[in-house]
Protein backbone atom coordinates (compact mmCIF):
# COMPACT_ATOMS: atom_id res chain seq x y z
CA UNK A 1 0.00 0.00 0.00
CA UNK A 2 2.69 2.32 1.03
CA UNK A 3 4.15 1.97 -2.63
CA UNK A 4 1.28 2.66 -4.35
CA UNK A 5 0.75 5.35 -2.37
CA UNK A 6 4.21 6.91 -2.97
CA UNK A 7 3.93 5.88 -6.65
CA UNK A 8 0.45 8.32 -6.97
CA UNK A 9 2.29 10.34 -4.76
CA UNK A 10 5.23 11.48 -7.16
CA UNK A 11 3.46 10.83 -10.35
CA UNK A 12 0.95 13.54 -8.86
CA UNK A 13 4.15 15.85 -8.85
CA UNK A 14 5.24 15.11 -11.44
CA UNK A 15 8.23 14.01 -9.74
CA UNK A 16 9.90 11.22 -12.63
CA UNK A 17 11.03 7.45 -11.15
CA UNK A 18 14.11 6.20 -11.34
CA UNK A 19 14.21 3.25 -13.82
CA UNK A 20 15.90 -0.04 -13.81
CA UNK A 21 17.47 -0.49 -17.28
CA UNK A 22 14.73 -2.66 -18.48
CA UNK A 23 12.69 0.68 -18.09
CA UNK A 24 10.32 -0.48 -14.52
CA UNK A 25 10.88 1.47 -11.70
CA UNK A 26 14.05 0.97 -9.14
CA UNK A 27 12.72 -1.23 -6.42
CA UNK A 28 14.78 -2.05 -2.86
CA UNK A 29 13.74 -5.35 -2.94
CA UNK A 30 14.92 -6.20 -6.70
CA UNK A 31 17.38 -3.48 -7.37
CA UNK A 32 19.17 -2.39 -4.56
CA UNK A 33 18.53 -5.71 -1.69
CA UNK A 34 20.87 -7.68 -3.28
CA UNK A 35 24.15 -5.01 -3.50
CA UNK A 36 23.31 -4.42 0.25
CA UNK A 37 23.05 -8.14 1.02
CA UNK A 38 26.36 -8.95 -0.97
CA UNK A 39 28.34 -5.55 -0.34
CA UNK A 40 27.60 -3.96 2.92
CA UNK A 41 25.78 -6.33 5.39
CA UNK A 42 28.60 -8.79 6.55
CA UNK A 43 29.27 -5.56 9.04
CA UNK A 44 26.07 -3.93 9.19
CA UNK A 45 24.08 -6.36 11.14
CA UNK A 46 23.91 -6.74 15.08
CA UNK A 47 26.87 -7.62 17.06
CA UNK A 48 29.47 -6.83 14.04
CA UNK A 49 31.72 -3.65 13.36
CA UNK A 50 29.31 -0.99 11.86
CA UNK A 51 27.27 1.45 14.31
CA UNK A 52 23.85 0.09 13.04
CA UNK A 53 22.41 -2.51 10.42
CA UNK A 54 21.73 -2.42 6.66
CA UNK A 55 19.73 -5.66 6.71
CA UNK A 56 15.48 -4.76 5.76
CA UNK A 57 14.03 -2.35 3.93
CA UNK A 58 13.21 -0.24 6.74
CA UNK A 59 17.34 -0.27 7.78
CA UNK A 60 17.84 1.01 4.33
CA UNK A 61 15.30 3.61 3.93
CA UNK A 62 15.39 5.54 6.77
CA UNK A 63 19.44 6.29 5.96
CA UNK A 64 18.46 6.18 2.04
CA UNK A 65 20.02 9.89 1.35
CA UNK A 66 23.27 9.19 3.25
CA UNK A 67 23.67 5.71 1.77
CA UNK A 68 24.12 6.85 -1.70
CA UNK A 69 26.49 9.78 -0.44
CA UNK A 70 28.63 7.48 1.22
CA UNK A 71 28.72 4.91 -2.00
CA UNK A 72 29.19 8.05 -4.62
CA UNK A 73 32.42 9.23 -2.21
CA UNK A 74 33.60 5.73 -2.13
CA UNK A 75 33.60 5.97 1.75
CA UNK A 76 32.02 2.37 2.08
CA UNK A 77 32.12 0.17 1.40
CA UNK A 78 35.99 0.36 2.51
CA UNK A 79 37.57 -0.81 -0.12
CA UNK A 80 40.86 1.26 -0.99
CA UNK A 81 42.71 -0.54 -3.68
CA UNK A 82 41.85 1.34 -6.97
CA UNK A 83 40.64 -1.19 -10.08
CA UNK A 84 43.02 -1.45 -12.65
CA UNK A 85 45.97 -2.10 -10.09
CA UNK A 86 46.11 -5.15 -9.22
CA UNK A 87 43.50 -8.36 -8.88
CA UNK A 88 42.38 -9.02 -5.61
CA UNK A 89 40.23 -12.00 -3.23
CA UNK A 90 37.03 -10.32 -2.28
CA UNK A 91 37.19 -7.11 -3.59
CA UNK A 92 34.24 -5.10 -2.05
CA UNK A 93 34.41 -2.32 -4.60
CA UNK A 94 30.74 -1.20 -5.93
CA UNK A 95 30.45 -0.73 -10.04
CA UNK A 96 29.48 1.97 -11.43
CA UNK A 97 26.11 0.87 -12.01
CA UNK A 98 25.93 -0.39 -8.67
CA UNK A 99 26.19 2.94 -7.67
CA UNK A 100 24.02 4.72 -10.31
CA UNK A 101 21.25 2.18 -8.92
CA UNK A 102 21.75 3.25 -5.06
CA UNK A 103 21.31 6.90 -6.32
CA UNK A 104 18.00 6.27 -8.76
CA UNK A 105 16.46 4.08 -6.07
CA UNK A 106 16.84 7.22 -3.39
CA UNK A 107 15.73 10.12 -5.92
CA UNK A 108 12.74 7.77 -7.38
CA UNK A 109 11.14 7.78 -4.04
CA UNK A 110 12.81 4.69 -2.25
CA UNK A 111 10.13 2.00 -3.53
CA UNK A 112 10.06 -1.17 -1.91
CA UNK A 113 9.05 -3.24 -4.74
CA UNK A 114 7.67 -6.60 -4.83
CA UNK A 115 8.46 -8.85 -1.81
CA UNK A 116 8.95 -11.99 -4.22
CA UNK A 117 11.74 -10.15 -5.55
CA UNK A 118 13.61 -9.71 -2.29
CA UNK A 119 16.72 -12.08 -2.47
CA UNK A 120 17.01 -14.10 0.91
CA UNK A 121 18.62 -12.73 3.56
CA UNK A 122 22.62 -13.53 3.82
CA UNK A 123 23.98 -15.93 6.09
CA UNK A 124 26.65 -15.97 8.23
CA UNK A 125 28.10 -18.77 9.74
CA UNK A 126 28.35 -18.92 13.89
CA UNK A 127 31.20 -21.56 14.13
CA UNK A 128 34.62 -21.68 11.95
CA UNK A 129 33.99 -20.45 8.80
CA UNK A 130 37.49 -23.18 7.40
CA UNK A 131 36.25 -26.00 9.84
CA UNK A 132 37.50 -27.00 12.96
CA UNK A 133 40.90 -25.72 13.72
CA UNK A 134 43.82 -27.61 13.97
CA UNK A 135 45.02 -25.19 17.25
CA UNK A 136 42.65 -22.89 18.99
CA UNK A 137 44.40 -20.21 21.04
CA UNK A 138 42.76 -17.54 23.18
CA UNK A 139 43.36 -14.67 24.78
CA UNK A 140 44.07 -15.81 28.59
CA UNK A 141 41.76 -13.39 30.21
CA UNK A 142 39.44 -10.17 28.70
CA UNK A 143 40.59 -6.86 27.97
CA UNK A 144 38.35 -3.82 28.98
CA UNK A 145 38.28 -1.01 26.18
CA UNK A 146 37.34 2.38 27.97
CA UNK A 147 34.02 3.70 27.36
CA UNK A 148 35.49 6.70 25.54
CA UNK A 149 38.99 8.85 24.31
CA UNK A 150 41.39 7.57 21.64
CA UNK A 151 41.57 4.38 20.05
CA UNK A 152 43.64 1.93 22.07
CA UNK A 153 46.64 -0.54 20.10
CA UNK A 154 47.30 -3.44 22.54
CA UNK A 155 49.59 -6.42 21.71
CA UNK A 156 48.10 -9.47 23.72
CA UNK A 157 50.61 -12.42 24.09
CA UNK A 158 49.69 -15.52 23.67
CA UNK A 159 52.07 -19.26 24.08
CA UNK A 160 51.37 -21.30 21.12
CA UNK A 161 52.62 -24.47 22.93
CA UNK A 162 53.96 -25.84 19.59
CA UNK A 163 56.76 -28.19 20.67
CA UNK A 164 58.02 -28.84 16.48
CA UNK A 165 58.25 -26.31 13.54
CA UNK A 166 54.71 -25.91 11.80
CA UNK A 167 53.52 -24.66 8.42
CA UNK A 168 50.21 -22.57 8.72
CA UNK A 169 48.22 -22.52 6.45
CA UNK A 170 45.15 -20.36 7.68
CA UNK A 171 44.14 -18.68 10.61
CA UNK A 172 40.26 -17.67 11.54
CA UNK A 173 40.28 -14.85 13.94
CA UNK A 174 36.97 -14.75 16.05
CA UNK A 175 36.71 -11.65 18.71
CA UNK A 176 34.41 -12.10 21.36
CA UNK A 177 33.18 -8.49 20.83
CA UNK A 178 32.90 -7.40 17.22
CA UNK A 179 31.50 -4.13 17.53
CA UNK A 180 35.36 -2.63 19.52
CA UNK A 181 37.67 -4.89 17.14
CA UNK A 182 38.72 -2.72 14.20
CA UNK A 183 41.37 -4.85 13.15
CA UNK A 184 43.92 -7.74 14.33
CA UNK A 185 47.70 -8.19 12.64
CA UNK A 186 49.26 -11.51 14.16
CA UNK A 187 52.80 -11.34 14.76
CA UNK A 188 55.31 -14.28 15.85
CA UNK A 189 57.92 -13.97 18.96
CA UNK A 190 60.65 -16.28 19.56
CA UNK A 191 62.85 -14.02 21.66
CA UNK A 192 60.51 -13.88 24.97
CA UNK A 193 60.76 -9.26 23.85
CA UNK A 194 56.75 -9.47 23.87
CA UNK A 195 56.61 -12.10 26.82
CA UNK A 196 58.77 -9.16 28.87
CA UNK A 197 56.88 -6.16 27.78
CA UNK A 198 53.30 -7.76 28.54
CA UNK A 199 54.55 -8.69 31.92
CA UNK A 200 55.75 -5.42 32.51
CA UNK A 201 51.99 -3.66 32.13
CA UNK A 202 49.83 -4.54 34.67
CA UNK A 203 46.66 -4.64 32.53
CA UNK A 204 46.73 -7.56 29.99
CA UNK A 205 48.75 -7.12 26.90
CA UNK A 206 51.02 -3.82 25.92
CA UNK A 207 50.43 -0.95 24.47
CA UNK A 208 52.03 -0.07 20.80
CA UNK A 209 51.06 2.01 17.41
CA UNK A 210 52.20 0.97 14.09
CA UNK A 211 54.64 -1.58 14.59
CA UNK A 212 54.10 -4.62 17.71
CA UNK A 213 57.44 -2.72 19.69
CA UNK A 214 59.46 -5.82 19.49
CA UNK A 215 61.14 -7.19 16.22
CA UNK A 216 58.79 -10.39 15.27
CA UNK A 217 59.63 -13.40 13.81
CA UNK A 218 57.49 -13.60 11.90
CA UNK A 219 53.88 -13.18 11.07
CA UNK A 220 50.41 -14.75 10.34
CA UNK A 221 48.56 -11.97 8.39
CA UNK A 222 45.68 -9.98 9.63
CA UNK A 223 42.17 -9.33 10.21
CA UNK A 224 39.80 -6.81 9.41
CA UNK A 225 35.73 -6.48 9.58
CA UNK A 226 34.08 -8.38 6.63
CA UNK A 227 36.98 -10.34 6.16
CA UNK A 228 36.31 -13.53 5.49
CA UNK A 229 39.84 -16.13 6.28
CA UNK A 230 41.01 -18.60 3.64
CA UNK A 231 43.82 -21.14 3.04
CA UNK A 232 46.83 -20.24 1.30
CA UNK A 233 47.42 -21.55 -2.10
CA UNK A 234 47.80 -25.72 -2.29
CA UNK A 235 51.70 -26.04 -1.69
CA UNK A 236 52.58 -23.13 -0.01
CA UNK A 237 52.63 -22.47 3.96
CA UNK A 238 53.96 -19.59 6.69
CA UNK A 239 56.66 -21.15 9.48
CA UNK A 240 55.28 -21.48 12.69
CA UNK A 241 58.62 -22.19 14.91
CA UNK A 242 58.73 -24.50 17.38
CA UNK A 243 58.25 -22.20 21.30
CA UNK A 244 56.84 -19.26 19.49
CA UNK A 245 54.52 -17.16 20.75
CA UNK A 246 51.33 -15.17 19.01
CA UNK A 247 51.10 -11.64 19.58
CA UNK A 248 47.98 -10.46 18.33
CA UNK A 249 48.09 -6.57 17.66
CA UNK A 250 44.33 -5.28 18.33
CA UNK A 251 43.10 -1.66 17.18
CA UNK A 252 40.17 -1.16 19.40
CA UNK A 253 37.80 1.54 18.17
CA UNK A 254 35.62 3.13 21.87
CA UNK A 255 32.13 2.38 21.52
CA UNK A 256 30.81 5.41 24.16
CA UNK A 257 30.56 2.29 26.45
CA UNK A 258 32.94 0.18 28.47
CA UNK A 259 33.45 -3.35 26.63
CA UNK A 260 35.11 -6.24 27.08
CA UNK A 261 37.01 -8.48 24.46
CA UNK A 262 38.78 -11.55 24.92
CA UNK A 263 39.95 -13.24 21.07
CA UNK A 264 40.06 -16.41 19.98
CA UNK A 265 42.10 -17.87 16.91
CA UNK A 266 41.94 -20.89 15.30
CA UNK A 267 44.51 -22.06 13.25
CA UNK A 268 45.26 -24.73 10.12
CA UNK A 269 48.36 -26.53 9.57
CA UNK A 270 49.47 -27.90 6.48
CA UNK A 271 49.01 -32.03 6.92
CA UNK A 272 52.19 -32.44 5.25
CA UNK A 273 55.14 -29.73 4.94
CA UNK A 274 55.04 -28.12 2.27
CA UNK A 275 57.13 -27.57 -0.52
CA UNK A 276 57.27 -23.62 -0.41
CA UNK A 277 57.29 -21.63 2.80
CA UNK A 278 55.95 -17.86 2.73
CA UNK A 279 58.75 -15.60 2.18
CA UNK A 280 57.87 -12.12 3.55
CA UNK A 281 59.49 -9.49 1.14
CA UNK A 282 59.84 -5.59 2.76
CA UNK A 283 60.55 -2.49 0.69
CA UNK A 284 60.93 0.41 3.31
CA UNK A 285 62.33 3.75 3.56
CA UNK A 286 63.28 5.22 7.28
CA UNK A 287 64.46 8.36 5.67
CA UNK A 288 61.12 10.41 6.26
CA UNK A 289 61.46 13.99 7.10
CA UNK A 290 58.47 15.76 6.60
CA UNK A 291 57.68 19.52 7.06
CA UNK A 292 55.29 20.99 8.41
CA UNK A 293 52.54 22.21 5.35
CA UNK A 294 54.32 20.08 3.21
CA UNK A 295 51.25 18.58 0.83
CA UNK A 296 53.49 16.52 -1.43
CA UNK A 297 56.36 14.65 0.23
CA UNK A 298 57.32 10.95 -1.65
CA UNK A 299 59.21 8.52 0.01
CA UNK A 300 60.72 5.44 -2.40
CA UNK A 301 62.26 2.53 -2.16
CA UNK A 302 63.03 -0.77 -4.29
CA UNK A 303 64.02 -3.96 -4.72
CA UNK A 304 65.00 -6.48 -7.37
CA UNK A 305 64.17 -9.90 -7.19
CA UNK A 306 67.00 -12.44 -7.50
CA UNK A 307 65.04 -15.15 -8.51
CA UNK A 308 61.38 -16.44 -10.23
CA UNK A 309 59.20 -15.34 -7.96
CA UNK A 310 54.85 -15.57 -7.38
CA UNK A 311 53.75 -12.67 -5.74
CA UNK A 312 50.42 -13.84 -3.14
CA UNK A 313 49.82 -10.58 -1.35
CA UNK A 314 50.77 -7.32 -0.82
CA UNK A 315 50.18 -4.82 2.40
CA UNK A 316 51.02 -1.36 2.51
CA UNK A 317 51.73 0.27 5.95
CA UNK A 318 51.88 3.95 6.77
CA UNK A 319 50.33 6.34 9.62
CA UNK A 320 48.45 9.01 8.97
CA UNK A 321 49.55 11.93 7.34
CA UNK A 322 50.29 9.01 4.18
CA UNK A 323 47.35 10.08 1.72
CA UNK A 324 48.62 7.80 -1.48
CA UNK A 325 51.15 4.66 -1.75
CA UNK A 326 51.92 3.12 -5.29
CA UNK A 327 53.41 -0.34 -6.29
CA UNK A 328 54.72 -0.94 -9.58
CA UNK A 329 56.87 -4.31 -10.80
CA UNK A 330 59.24 -3.52 -13.45
CA UNK A 331 60.18 -6.78 -15.79
CA UNK A 332 63.35 -7.50 -16.65
CA UNK A 333 61.96 -6.51 -20.63
CA UNK A 334 61.13 -2.80 -19.40
CA UNK A 335 56.80 -4.01 -19.44
CA UNK A 336 55.29 -2.47 -15.97
CA UNK A 337 53.08 -4.88 -13.76
CA UNK A 338 50.82 -2.33 -11.17
CA UNK A 339 50.84 -4.42 -7.73
CA UNK A 340 48.55 -2.02 -6.18
CA UNK A 341 47.27 1.56 -5.45
CA UNK A 342 45.40 3.85 -2.52
CA UNK A 343 44.42 6.88 -3.51
CA UNK A 344 43.16 7.75 -0.09
CA UNK A 345 44.94 5.65 2.68
CA UNK A 346 43.23 5.22 5.50
CA UNK A 347 44.98 3.63 8.55
CA UNK A 348 41.59 2.43 10.48
CA UNK A 349 41.52 0.11 7.02
CA UNK A 350 44.73 -1.74 6.64
CA UNK A 351 44.32 -4.57 4.30
CA UNK A 352 46.45 -8.04 3.44
CA UNK A 353 45.04 -7.54 -0.20
CA UNK A 354 45.47 -10.99 -1.42
CA UNK A 355 46.06 -11.31 -5.25
CA UNK A 356 43.63 -13.63 -7.20
CA UNK A 357 46.16 -15.30 -8.76
CA UNK A 358 49.45 -15.60 -7.59
CA UNK A 359 51.20 -12.69 -10.17
CA UNK A 360 54.45 -14.19 -11.47
CA UNK A 361 57.54 -12.02 -11.92
CA UNK A 362 60.63 -13.30 -13.51
CA UNK A 363 64.15 -13.21 -12.06
CA UNK A 364 65.30 -9.41 -12.06
CA UNK A 365 61.75 -7.90 -12.07
CA UNK A 366 62.43 -4.48 -9.86
CA UNK A 367 59.67 -3.82 -7.29
CA UNK A 368 59.23 -0.15 -6.57
CA UNK A 369 56.56 1.55 -3.69
CA UNK A 370 55.92 5.39 -3.93
CA UNK A 371 53.78 6.95 -0.91
CA UNK A 372 53.16 10.17 -0.73
CA UNK A 373 52.38 12.53 2.27
CA UNK A 374 50.10 15.40 3.34
CA UNK A 375 51.16 17.24 6.57
CA UNK A 376 49.48 20.32 5.65
CA UNK A 377 45.96 21.74 7.81
CA UNK A 378 44.25 20.53 4.79
CA UNK A 379 44.80 16.59 5.34
CA UNK A 380 41.97 15.78 7.93
CA UNK A 381 43.84 12.80 9.30
CA UNK A 382 46.60 14.69 10.55
CA UNK A 383 47.18 14.27 13.98
CA UNK A 384 48.97 17.62 14.52
CA UNK A 385 46.90 20.74 14.32
CA UNK A 386 48.64 22.83 13.79
CA UNK A 387 50.78 20.68 11.51
CA UNK A 388 54.21 19.43 13.11
CA UNK A 389 57.61 17.94 11.63
CA UNK A 390 56.86 14.40 10.53
CA UNK A 391 59.83 11.93 10.90
CA UNK A 392 59.81 8.01 10.88
CA UNK A 393 58.85 6.42 14.04
CA UNK A 394 56.29 4.42 16.02
CA UNK A 395 54.27 7.24 17.48
CA UNK A 396 51.09 8.26 16.24
CA UNK A 397 52.21 11.43 15.19
CA UNK A 398 55.25 9.65 13.37
CA UNK A 399 55.18 7.98 9.93
CA UNK A 400 56.27 4.84 7.89
CA UNK A 401 56.49 3.79 4.63
CA UNK A 402 56.26 -0.05 4.47
CA UNK A 403 55.18 -2.23 2.05
CA UNK A 404 55.13 -6.34 2.58
CA UNK A 405 54.57 -8.62 0.34
CA UNK A 406 54.05 -12.81 0.33
CA UNK A 407 56.19 -14.08 -1.91
CA UNK A 408 57.08 -17.75 -2.58
CA UNK A 409 59.96 -19.01 -5.25
CA UNK A 410 58.94 -20.36 -8.11
CA UNK A 411 61.20 -23.16 -7.50
CA UNK A 412 61.60 -24.66 -4.25
CA UNK A 413 66.01 -24.11 -5.05
CA UNK A 414 65.51 -20.60 -4.91
CA UNK A 415 64.20 -20.10 -0.96
CA UNK A 416 67.60 -19.35 0.23
CA UNK A 417 68.60 -16.73 -1.93
CA UNK A 418 64.60 -14.88 -1.80
CA UNK A 419 65.03 -15.27 1.81
CA UNK A 420 68.03 -13.57 1.85
CA UNK A 421 67.04 -10.98 -0.52
CA UNK A 422 63.95 -10.36 2.02
CA UNK A 423 66.24 -9.65 4.85
CA UNK A 424 68.27 -6.92 2.78
CA UNK A 425 65.16 -5.25 1.94
CA UNK A 426 64.38 -5.63 5.85
CA UNK A 427 67.07 -3.59 6.52
CA UNK A 428 66.46 -0.60 4.16
CA UNK A 429 69.90 0.80 4.17
CA UNK A 430 73.50 0.69 2.20
CA UNK A 431 74.19 -2.92 4.16
CA UNK A 432 70.71 -4.55 2.96
CA UNK A 433 71.13 -3.32 -1.07
CA UNK A 434 74.87 -5.17 -0.50
CA UNK A 435 72.64 -7.75 1.23
CA UNK A 436 70.49 -8.14 -2.03
CA UNK A 437 73.25 -8.07 -4.42
CA UNK A 438 74.97 -10.66 -2.75
CA UNK A 439 71.47 -12.39 -3.15
CA UNK A 440 71.55 -11.72 -6.50
CA UNK A 441 74.76 -12.91 -7.47
CA UNK A 442 75.00 -16.32 -5.78
CA UNK A 443 73.93 -18.68 -2.75
CA UNK A 444 75.44 -17.58 0.94
CA UNK A 445 72.00 -18.01 2.60
CA UNK A 446 73.43 -20.38 4.95
CA UNK A 447 76.50 -19.00 5.93
CA UNK A 448 75.56 -15.02 6.11
CA UNK A 449 72.08 -15.97 7.38
CA UNK A 450 73.51 -15.49 11.39
CA UNK A 451 75.50 -12.12 10.07
CA UNK A 452 72.49 -10.86 8.54
CA UNK A 453 70.10 -11.37 11.15
CA UNK A 454 72.31 -9.59 13.45
CA UNK A 455 72.85 -6.62 11.43
CA UNK A 456 68.97 -6.72 10.51
CA UNK A 457 67.97 -6.55 14.02
CA UNK A 458 70.65 -4.34 15.22
CA UNK A 459 69.38 -1.98 11.98
C1 LIG B 1 34.04 -3.92 6.24
C2 LIG B 1 32.95 -3.48 7.03
C3 LIG B 1 31.90 -2.57 6.39
C4 LIG B 1 31.26 -2.77 5.20
C5 LIG B 1 31.40 -3.94 4.24
C6 LIG B 1 30.37 -1.64 5.05
N1 LIG B 1 30.47 -0.81 6.11
FE1 LIG B 1 29.46 0.95 6.39
N2 LIG B 1 30.49 1.27 8.10
C7 LIG B 1 31.40 0.42 8.67
C8 LIG B 1 31.92 1.02 9.89
C9 LIG B 1 32.94 0.39 10.83
C10 LIG B 1 31.30 2.27 10.01
C11 LIG B 1 31.49 3.30 11.13
C12 LIG B 1 32.83 3.91 11.15
C13 LIG B 1 33.10 4.78 9.99
O1 LIG B 1 32.27 5.67 9.68
O2 LIG B 1 34.17 4.59 9.37
C14 LIG B 1 30.41 2.40 8.87
C15 LIG B 1 29.62 3.51 8.63
C16 LIG B 1 28.69 3.63 7.62
C17 LIG B 1 27.81 4.75 7.42
C18 LIG B 1 27.80 6.01 8.26
C19 LIG B 1 28.80 6.97 7.68
C20 LIG B 1 28.90 8.27 8.42
O3 LIG B 1 29.24 9.25 7.77
O4 LIG B 1 28.67 8.26 9.63
C21 LIG B 1 27.01 4.46 6.35
C22 LIG B 1 25.89 5.31 5.77
C23 LIG B 1 27.42 3.16 5.86
N3 LIG B 1 28.43 2.68 6.65
C24 LIG B 1 26.86 2.53 4.77
C25 LIG B 1 27.39 1.38 4.20
C26 LIG B 1 26.91 0.81 2.97
C27 LIG B 1 25.76 1.36 2.14
C28 LIG B 1 27.66 -0.29 2.73
C29 LIG B 1 27.59 -1.22 1.53
C30 LIG B 1 27.50 -0.61 0.22
C31 LIG B 1 28.61 -0.43 3.83
N4 LIG B 1 28.41 0.61 4.69
C32 LIG B 1 29.55 -1.45 3.94
C33 LIG B 1 31.78 -0.80 8.18
C34 LIG B 1 31.40 -1.34 6.97
Request: aromatic share 8%.
Amino acid sequence: MRNVLRTLLCTLAMVPIATAADGTAVTFNRDVAPIIFASCTSCHRAGEVAPFPLQSYDDCATRGKQIASVVESRYMPPWKAEPGHGEFHGSRRLTEEQIKTIRKWVDGGKVEGDSKDLPPAPKFPDGWMLGTPDLVLKMPEPFTVPAEGRDVYRNFVIPTGVTEDKHVTAVEYRPSNRRVVHHAIFFLDNSGAARKKDAADKAPGFTSFGGPGFIPSGGLGGWAPGAFPRFLPDGTGQLLRKNADLVVQTHFHPTGKEEQEQSTIGIYFAKKTPEKTIVGLTLRNRNIDIPPGEKNYRISASQTLPVDTDLLGITPHAHLVCREMKATATLPDGSKKPLIWIKDWDFNWQEQYLYAKPLQLPAGTKLDMEYVYDNSDENIRNPSNPPKRVRHGEQTTDEMALLFLQAVPREVKDAGRLRMAALGGLMGNRAGAKTMRAAAAASCWKRCRSALTRTAMES
